[in-house]
C-alpha cells in the first residue's frame, strides 16, 4: 500500500539521453512536487502543481518538463541529460499545499548519467 | 521570507544518550515547522509538525520537539538514542506568504555508536 510511488528507482543513463520519471500517490492530496537531492543531502523543490496546475516553477533548467495527467500522477521528463543532473528526484504529495499539511515522499529514484 | 538553519551537520551520540538536534528559523509570518528523517536510500518520513497548537510537539519514535517564539527555534530531542535512529534529519518551515514552498534546512547526519 505505497502511498507515494516512484519509478523507476535506479535509473543510469548516457549523457544527452532523453529520460523519464513516474510518480504516483494514492493519498488523495491535490498537491504534488519534485525536489531533487544532491550529494551533499541538500533537497531543492523544482516544481509543484495542485490540481494539476503548475503552481511553483524554480530555476530550473527547461531541459526538466513536468507533466500532470491527473491529480494522482506527476511525471518528469528530462532531455539531453548532463553529468549535473546526477542526484536522486524525490516526488512527494500534500494536501492543498496548505502549511499544516506536511509532505509525503516517494523512496527516491537515483539518476546516474555516465 | 522564510529560512532554517540546521546548526550541526554532525552529532554522534552513544546508544541510550539524549539526542539534541538544533533548527532555527526565520519566518515573515506564523511558521508552521517540520522534522523529518531520511533513512539510507529511503524517502523523507514525517517526525512530527508544529502548527501554532502547543509548543511542545510530540512525534514517532519518542522524538520530540519546542517551539520557542522568542528564540527562533524548534530543537529536536529524544531521551535515548537507537541504533535505528542513524539517519538523516531535515528542518521546514513553511508560512502564509510562501504558499505549497517548504523551506529545508540543510540536514543534520546523526551516527549512533553502540
Known amino acids: 500500500d505505497t502511498a507515494v510511488s516512484q519509478t523507476p528507482k535506479y535509473l543510469v543513463t548516457q549523457m544527452g539521453n532523453d529520460k523519464s520519471i513516474k510518480c504516483e500517490q494514492n493519498?488523495?492530496?491535490?498537491?504534488m512536487y519534485w525536489y531533487k537531492q544532491d550529494s551533499k543531502k541538500f533537497l531543492k523543490i523544482m516544481f509543484s502543481y495542485n490540481n494539476k496546475e503548475l503552481i511553483i516553477n524554480e530555476t530550473v533548467p527547461n531541459r526538466f518538463s513536468p507533466k500532470s495527467p491527473d491529480k494522482a500522477h506527476l511525471n518528469l521528463h528530462i532531455n539531453s541529460l548532463e553529468l549535473g543532473d546526477s542526484a536522486v528526484y524525490f516526488c512527494a504529495s500534500s494536501q492543498g499545499g496548505s502549511l499544516n499539511q506536511p509532505q509525503h515522499f516517494g523512496d527516491g529514484t537515483r539518476l546516474s548519467i555516465l | 521570507a522564510q529560512s532554517v538553519t540546521q546548526l550541526d551537520s554532525h552529532v554522534s551520540v552513544s546508544e541510550g544518550t539524549p539526542v539534541l538536534l538544533r533548527c532555527n528559523y526565520s519566518?515573515?509570518?506564523?511558521?508552521?515547522l517540520f522534522w523529518y528523517v531520511q533513512h539510507p536510500n529511503k524517502g523523507l518520513q514525517l517526525l512530527l509538525k508544529?502548527?501554532?497548537?502547543?509548543?511542545l510537539v510530540k512525534g514517532i519514535n519518542g522524538f520530540e520537539a519546542e517551539f520557542k517564539k522568542s528564540e527562533t527555534s524548534f530543537h529536536l530531542t529524544k531521551p535515548s538514542a537507537h541504533m535505528s535512529d542513524a539517519a538523516e534529519y531535515f528542518c521546514v518551515v513553511s508560512s502564509t506568504d510562501s504558499w505549497g514552498k517548504f523551506q529545508f534546512g540543510a540536514g543534520t547526519q546523526v551516527v549512533v555508536t553502540p
Open positions: 519566518s515573515s509570518y506564523s511558521p508552521s
Open positions: 493519498l488523495g492530496h491535490d498537491t
Open positions: 508544529y502548527t501554532s497548537a502547543a509548543t
